[in-house]
Structures are given as structure tokens and as C-alpha cells.
């Protein structure tokens, strides 16, 4: 094993209530948005956060719904004096849209357009088709002998925005959002805008099939109280995979809603 710089990541919260992915290495975390609904909870996961990593150096925002960034969460970010990184056309709509009519004059907004760092991160946002401007990252950082390689995605339903970049991740957080038997049960038109766990285990396949290793751990997110159960998420994928003959060689999980995931190591080691 080659030791070398490592990856870890936490999932805070995940699906249409809210969400707050966390990202970081030894040195540098990120959060990938933040949509919870108080400065109260804001607070709560940063000590969470904090007592098992760095202090979060940004905040990338993936677009502007309110289960992604809000009022309260940039609140803290104020406070705390963390960049919030946001895509240059959403920076307008940010403003009107979660400043409430106050003012947030010590807020840095950062406007991305291409590929950015944050300590020893490297992000390069993707574009995807939502109902709005939204945005995947893929995050790199340097290992010993090569880049570590995270990708973040949920919010899209055009599987190819993101197909090609999921090739050689090390990890991949995908949206699996509904089960398509409980989506005619409980029909929510919204649910065109997001990704059903059957498109979601094709997309998954096909990476693993384009791809020389296995990525370290794949997290579903973005599951659908109503329409979805991480039991049905994962067997879906599993399924498909057997069908297709394709080894399931990594760790499958799926976040939990409201509650914290486990922390996932994505090890920059060569096995
Ligand atoms: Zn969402
Ligand atoms: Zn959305």
C-alpha cells in the first residue's frame, strides 16, 4: 500500500427537506451546499463536523432551491467568515431570492464559471439539466502518486451531463431519487427533474463497465421520502448489476435522510 494523502466524506442530510454533503482531506473540508432550515441546525453539523475534521474553508452551492442553500445557512457562513462559492449566473438570483430584503454585506460570494481550487481541493463544476441552473462538481486532490477523484451529483435527469466524468472515480455521491412503482402511487410532477433509481443503476453500470478500477464507495442521495426507500435504491443497483454480469466491487450505501451518514474514507492508496 502506497501511504498518501486521503479523502473523507459525511453526508449531513440528503433529499428534498434539505441537504449537506461535507468533503475534506487532512488539511482542507468543503461543504456541498447547505440547506437546512435554521442557524440552529447549521451550527449543530458544523460542531458535528468539526470534531472530526478541518474547519470548512467553502461552501459550494449546487443551485439555488431551498434544500440546497437558504437564508439561515448563509447567516452562519456570515458569521463564520466561510466563502460561499456559487455558480456567476445564480449569483443575482441568490440574492433575491434567500437575502430575505436584509442585508449580508460580510458575505464573501464567490462566483464560479470553471474549474476552481479551495486549499488542496480542485473543483470543476458540471453542468446538468434541473429545473433551474444546477451544478455537479467533480473534486480532485492529489494523492502520492496520482489525483483522488470525487464526484457529486444529485439534482439532473439527463444521465449524460455526468456519465463520462463518473469513469475511474474513486467516489461517487449519485442521486437515486424514486422508485418508479412508488412515484405512480404517490405522483409528484416534480419528480421529472430528478433521477429514478433504474436510470440511476444504468448510469452506474455503464461507468463501472468504461472504468479500470472500482471506485472505493458509491452513496445514493437524494432519495425521495415518499417515493423511494434506500432498501429498494440498493437492490435496484444490485440487480441491474447482476443482470449486466458486472462485478458489485465497492461499497454501496445510501444517506440517510435527516440523519448523518457514516463517514466514507476514500483511500488515495493503491491496493
Ligand atoms: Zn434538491
Ligand atoms: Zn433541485
Same mark, same amino acid.
Do not use: C, Y
Given at each position: 500500500m502506497m501511504p498518501g494523502m486521503s479523502m473523507y466524506f459525511k453526508s449531513f442530510a440528503s433529499s428534498s427537506g434539505g441537504n449537506c454533503l461535507a468533503l475534506w482531506t487532512d488539511r482542507t473540508a468543503i461543504l456541498i451546499d447547505c440547506g437546512l432550515?435554521?442557524?440552529?441546525?447549521?451550527? *449543530?453539523?458544523?460542531? @458535528?463536523?468539526? @470534531? #472530526? #475534521?478541518?474547519?470548512?474553508? @467553502?461552501?459550494l452551492v449546487s443551485h439555488l432551491h431551498s434544500d440546497h442553500i437558504g437564508y439561515y445557512p448563509l447567516r452562519v457562513f456570515e458569521q463564520l @467568515?466561510?466563502? =460561499?462559492?456559487?455558480h456567476a449566473g445564480s449569483v443575482e438570483p441568490l440574492r433575491q431570492r434567500h437575502f430575505n430584503g436584509y442585508g449580508f454585506g460580510e458575505l464573501a460570494l464567490e462566483a464560479y464559471a470553471d474549474s476552481f481550487s479551495v486549499g488542496d481541493l480542485s473543483v470543476e463544476p458540471i453542468a446538468v439539466s434541473h429545473s433551474c441552473p444546477t451544478f455537479g462538481f467533480v473534486i480532485r486532490c492529489r494523492a502520492a502518486d496520482r489525483w483522488i477523484k470525487a464526484v457529486i451529483a444529485t439534482d439532473f435527469n439527463r444521465p449524460d451531463d455526468i456519465s463520462g466524468h463518473l469513469v475511474d472515480a474513486d467516489f461517487i455521491f449519485? $442521486?437515486?431519487?424514486?422508485?418508479? #412503482? !412508488?412515484?405512480?402511487q404517490y405522483y409528484n410532477p416534480n419528480s421529472r427533474y430528478h433521477m429514478p433509481n433504474p436510470k440511476t443503476a444504468e448510469l452506474l453500470a455503464r461507468a463501472r463497465m *468504461?472504468?479500470?478500477?472500482?471506485? #472505493?464507495? =458509491?452513496? !445514493?442521495?437524494? !432519495?425521495?421520502?415518499q417515493r423511494?426507500?434506500?432498501?429498494?435504491?440498493?437492490? $435496484?443497483? $444490485?440487480n441491474h448489476f447482476k443482470q449486466q454480469a458486472l462485478p458489485l466491487d465497492f461499497q454501496l450505501l445510501a444517506a440517510p435522510q435527516k440523519e448523518a451518514s457514516e463517514t466514507v474514507h476514500i483511500s488515495g492508496e493503491i491496493a
Open positions: 432550515g435554521s442557524m440552529k441546525r447549521t451550527r *449543530q453539523m458544523l460542531t @458535528a463536523h468539526n @470534531a #472530526a #475534521a478541518p474547519p470548512v474553508s @467553502a461552501v @467568515a466561510v466563502p =460561499v462559492h456559487v449519485i $442521486e437515486s431519487n424514486h422508485d418508479l #412503482a !412508488l412515484l405512480k *468504461q472504468s479500470k478500477r472500482a471506485p #472505493a464507495a =458509491v452513496m !445514493l442521495g437524494h !432519495l425521495s421520502a423511494n426507500r434506500p432498501k429498494i435504491a440498493i437492490a $435496484e443497483i $444490485e
